[in-house]
């Protein structure tokens, strides 16, 4: 199962944004919605294997959002559809536990320092223009955790919490791109690799 972990800092906690003007009314949540879009959508289907975790910060409280491929339904290529699922989603009163919203959609408190505790036992990746670079390093693994920033990047704070969780720093180029577009790459090098 290939993880995906964007955060976004301003990206709302509340259902209440148009679906009319994303960028303006939802805290950025179009750059998560073409985040999923580039995890998930294939050319005629969506990856099963895949799963990507949406750190929302911009309400007054983390939520996260948890979007499972092996039980996805009506994911479309759009970012309108998406931004509906997600408004569905935020909906519901969420508390420390996973709840379901629609079909492989779920929601939860907490943000960062929740799923990175989640996943202290698993191989985590942290995406930034200064790493290794991932496509020839030996280390990625089919299997791992990818961190990604929003528009923003990622706080110091943030930096320090991903650092104490042992991940490890690689780049897919000296040119900063934009999340969505990491993720297609990292998807392609997975794809791409000899071990799978
Ligand atoms: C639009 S970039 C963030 C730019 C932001 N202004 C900054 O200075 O950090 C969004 C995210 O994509 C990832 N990213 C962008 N370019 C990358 C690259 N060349 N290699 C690895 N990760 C990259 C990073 O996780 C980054 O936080």
């Known amino acids: 199962m290939r993880t995906f972990i964007v955060v976004g800092h301003k990206a709302v906690t509340t259902p209440d944004f148009s679906l009319e003007d994303l960028p303006g009314t939802s805290g950025r949540m179009d750059i998560l919605c073409r985040s999923i879009n580039s995890a998930f959508v294939l050319s005629h289907g969506i990856r099963r294997d895949v799963q990507v975790f949406l750190v929302l910060l911009g309400g007054e409280a983390p939520k996260t959002l948890r979007l499972m491929g092996d039980q996805l339904r009506h994911l479309n290529p759009d970012e309108r559809t998406t931004a509906a699922l997600l408004k569905k989603a935020l909906a519901i009163v969420a508390g420390p536990e996973w709840t379901r919203s629609t079909p492989g959609i779920f929601v ?55 650092e104490h969780a042992h991940a490890e720093r690689i780049s897919v180029g000296p040119v900063s791109l934009h999340a969505d577009h990491c993720i297609v790459l990292v998807n392609w090098m997975l794809d791409t690799r000899a071990f799978l």
């Open 108 to 162: 939860r408190s907490g943000g960062l320092a929740e799923l990175l505790f989640d996943f202290q036992d698993a191989k985590l990746f942290y995406l930034r223009e200064d790493g290794a670079d991932a496509n020839t390093c030996q280390c990625l693994k089919e299997d791992a955790v990818f961190i990604l920033g929003d528009h923003l990047g990622m706080t110091e704070e943030e930096e320090a919490m991903i």
